[in-house]
């Protein structure tokens, strides 16, 4: 008997969410050092584009609970990728986004586990 596979989007989003909450939070404390490391906002849109590619997979099947924070969470990652940017201003919108995005990755997951 063969088994068949899926790759889980719920894990790939949790990480990429985690890895870019914790790049939010120690990145800050890094350019506070002299060792001539700047920010990129690319590197925060990177994680945001794997989250997003996540994110359309899943919302396909997902609740609407789990839509609605997926969505308005990566819509305000996007938001302030854009205005740092284009504005060269830090907001708080990341660290919100980022906290949904894990929140909904992980509520999409345990609802996945409890059906199969």
């Known amino acids: 008997m ?13 990480s990429s969410a985690t890895i870019c909450f914790v790049h939010c939070l120690i990145f800050p404390i890094l350019t506070i050092i002299p060792i001539g490391i700047t920010h990129n906002p690319l590197i925060d849109l990177l994680f945001a584009s794997i989250g997003f590619f996540a994110i359309i997979k899943i919302v396909k099947k997902a609740t609407l609970l789990v839509n609605s924070i997926l969505i308005v969470s990566i819509t305000l990652i996007f938001l302030s990728i854009v205005i740092e940017i284009l504005l060269d201003v830090h907001t708080y919108l990341i660290f919100i986004g980022g906290i949904g995005m894990i929140i909904g990755h992980y509520l999409n997951y345990k609802n996945h586990k409890i059906k199969h």
Not at 3 to 14: E, M, P, R, S
């Open 2 to 14: 063969k088994t068949k596979t899926t790759f889980n989007w719920d894990l790939l989003g949790i």
